[in-house]
């Protein structure tokens, strides 16, 4: 089975860091894929870590560790319209995207 | 270039009826994906299409059924609504069905069964 842990909600201020921490145990691993989802709105792609380490991204950076089975998405120089879900997905052995429930972050002034 | 469309916007159904959800890309891509997002549950995989002509069953299959008939097109039929089916549904388009490729959504489609 598939199971995706992140925290469900993140409030911070803006100009500040966040991470978001994403843990999972899936069948099989092909990489994993962090999304941003505004209210009301589609999800969009923000980075793809298939090997250990840190991908960086203007404000935002990913990280992963395979053997802790962790990653994280860490959002710098916070601003307002970062308010978002953040979604942790999981490319299993299938190739199929296993999806946490998301974290809500809050970016307040 | 739209990307990814998906009709209707939102729909109010009533249970037993029969319903079916559009989506076209116009991106070419080669596989196709339905989703249903239900809040604390996050995005569930209901069917997938790797290729035109070929459909496979994902998370939550049971009451949903498609087809891929072209490379754009990837309707979702429900032959019998009921409450539970109540979801936002978002179907998503990636260039071939590999691992390191990146998956794209449409809108969705806010569906509520009565």
């Known amino acids: 089975g598939q199971n995706i842990d992140q925290p469900t909600e993140m409030t911070a201020t803006e100009g500040a860091i966040v991470q978001i921490n994403c843990t999972y145990q899936t069948s099989g691993f092909n990489g994993l894929f962090w999304y941003q989802q505004h209210a009301g709105e589609a999800p969009t792609f923000l980075s793809y870590n298939v090997l250990d380490g840190l991908e960086e991204k203007g404000r935002f950076s990913s990280f992963l560790s395979r053997s802790k089975g962790y990653s994280y998405l860490l959002l710098k120089e916070l601003q307002m319209k970062d308010s978002a879900s953040y979604l942790c997905?999981?490319?299993?052995?299938?190739?199929?995207?296993?999806f946490g429930a998301g974290t809500t972050v809050t970016v307040r002034a | 270039i739209a990307g990814i469309t998906q009709a209707p916007t939102s729909q109010i159904l009533a249970a037993g009826r029969r319903m079916t959800l559009r989506c076209t890309q116009d991106?070419?891509?080669?596989?196709m994906y339905w989703y249903r997002q239900d809040l604390g549950l996050g995005l569930r995989l209901i069917h997938y299409?790797?290729?035109?002509?070929?459909?496979g069953k994902g998370e939550v299959p049971d009451g949903y059924s498609v087809s891929r008939a072209n490379t754009d097109d990837f309707p979702l039929t429900l032959a019998s609504a009921v409450p539970s089916q109540t979801s936002v549904y978002f179907c998503a388009s990636s260039s071939t069905s590999g691992s390191t490729d990146t998956q794209y959504f449409g809108p969705g489609t806010r569906l509520t069964v009565l």
């Open positions: 991106m070419r891509h080669n596989a």
């Open positions: 997905a999981v490319s299993n052995g299938d190739y199929k995207l296993s």
């Open positions: 299409s790797n290729t035109a002509g070929t459909t």
